[in-house]
Nanobody
């Protein structure tokens, strides 16, 4: 069983930055992938970023590329999503997710992930 707890959401002005954290506990190993998703009101959940738990490459959606950075701290069993140059359209509930996956890039579909955090609200104001 894997437990994920997100933190770091909040209210920020457009152009500002936030760092989301996802603390993972349980049996996570090199066979797992980690992902960040978001869901805005009235919209479907969408992939933001992902990486293998033991990998060095992070993958991003087109909207996140160049503005967001996903990273991992092994010692703390935590993954981060550093978000910069935030836009109004980044407003959403952000979810951390984990799933076991064969070697290769992380999936971009929510169905590729078995475990989800409770979500953290990010609100970008004008």
């Amino acid at each position: 069983q894997v437990r994920l707890v997100e933190s770091g959401g909040g209210l920020v002005q457009a152009g500002g930055s936030l760092r989301l954290s996802c603390a993972a506990s349980g049996r996570i190993d090199s066979g797992y992938v980690m992902g960040w998703f978001r869901q805005a009101p009235g919209k479907e959940r969408e992939f933001v970023s992902g990486r293998r738990w033991s990998g060095y490459t992070s993958y991003y959606s087109d909207s996140a590329k160049g503005r967001f950075t996903m990273s991992r701290d092994n010692a703390k069993n935590t993954v981060y999503l550093q978000m910069s140059s935030l836009k109004l359209e980044d407003t959403a509930v952000y979810y951390c997710a984990a799933g076991s996956r064969p070697p290769g890039p992380p999936g971009r579909n929510g169905y590729d992930y078995e475990y989800w955090g409770q979500g953290t609200q990010v609100t970008v104001s004008a």
